[in-house]
């Protein structure tokens, strides 16, 4: 195995093919739509939480996509498949995209980073519409016409484009106690309940909840997913 400095030495002199393999599929992009992006500049690190991002100029910030070595890079224990490579070179190019290019207004129902602009976007370049990145996801086929149409409200939150980050902001708020002692919740089959202790435990929080027939014990996580809440006070 490779030691860090050997690897990250390998992984730099990676760089030139890296930017002439995305430079390649952005300008055959940029023939169809008739942009620009393979004229963006572009910068890679070592970045551990992010696969790749787009910055737009603003804000004291220069238009950029950014790659991080640790994912697109070949030199790495693991390296990204073929697809899952050209979905993050895709999904990047769909954020600038979004930024470039005139989006219908029907597909403008649902905002933020990852909205309906953006997915309308992947539809048009093949990408993955889901925000984050998932091993295979590229493969599938994707059904933009649901997403594209469906008004179901998108959970995820806007953040860059990886995964460890998400899992990790899933752990903490799973295990962030969101109740008090003496909130009410109203659950679809229980019925309306007190919360009568709030136990912090490894991985997450378990809530015992006084419903009309007796004292249940259920995991926080759930019970932000299945109950209607009224903090202690409110009425
Ligand atoms: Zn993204």
């Not at 390649?24 to 620009?36: I, V």
Request: proline fraction near 3%.
């Amino acid at each position: 195995m490779l030691d860090r400095e050997m690897l990250y030495e390998a992984l730099h002199k990676e760089i030139p093919i890296l930017t002439t393999q995305i430079r390649k599929l952005y300008a055959e992009l940029d023939q169809k739509f008739h942009l620009e992006g393979a004229k963006v500049p572009m910068t890679f690190g070592m970045d551990r939480d992010c696969l790749g991002s787009y910055t737009q100029a603003g804000g004291g910030e220069r238009e950029h996509f950014h790659f991080s070595l640790l994912f697109v890079g070949y030199s790495v224990e693991h390296p990204l498949s073929r697809d899952d490579r050209m979905d993050l070179y895709k999904h990047e190019y769909a954020h600038y995209m979004q930024a470039h290019m005139k989006i219908p207004e029907k597909y403008q129902w649902q905002t933020g980073k990852h909205g309906s602009a953006w997915k309308y976007c992947c539809s048009l370049v093949g990408a993955a519409p889901t925000p984050y990145y998932k091993a295979g996801e590229a493969l599938m086929n994707h059904d933009y016409d649901k997403v594209l149409k469906s008004k179901i409200h998108d959970h995820t939150v806007p953040m860059r484009d990886h995964y460890r980050r998400e899992q990790e902001y899933k752990k903490t708020r799973d295990s962030k106690v969101q109740y008090q002692v003496g909130d009410s919740v109203e659950h679809p089959k229980f019925g309306a309940g007190s919360i009568e202790k709030v136990e912090q435990r490894a991985g997450g929080v378990h809530l015992h909840i006084r419903f009309e027939d007796g004292v249940r014990k259920m995991d926080q996580k759930w019970v932000l997913q299945t109950t209607r809440y009224r903090k202690a006070g409110d009425r």
